[in-house]
């Protein structure tokens, strides 16, 4: 399958705490962003995610950990990944 290249990886504090409350390890939500896993999207941001890993842009996938959502974009040029709350975008 397709693979999301993510550049460098970085985590914000507020999605840190949220993960390690959630009992979460960050490289199971970055696995399944790399695996082009955006099942927590609506189509049409699934679309979008599959027309800018074809001609470029960012990709944004979205999980639910324990109470919270986490947000995983990867810039347009692929250099950096972050996992973020949705409120710390």
């Known amino acids: 399958g397709l693979v999301v290249a993510m550049g460098r990886c970085v985590i914000t504090p507020g999605a840190a705490e949220a993960r390690e409350l959630a009992g979460i390890d960050p490289v199971e939500i970055l696995d399944r962003h790399a695996a082009c896993d955006w099942s927590g999207l609506p189509p049409e941001d699934r679309a979008t995610n599959a027309r ?10 979205a999980y639910s ?3 919270r959502v986490v947000w995983v974009i ?10 973020l709350l949705p409120d710390e975008y």
């Open 74 to 83: 990867t810039e347009a040029d692929r250099s950096g990944t972050t996992i």
């Open 65 to 67: 950990i324990g109470h």
């Open 52 to 61: 800018a890993l074809a001609h470029g842009g960012r990709i944004l996938s």
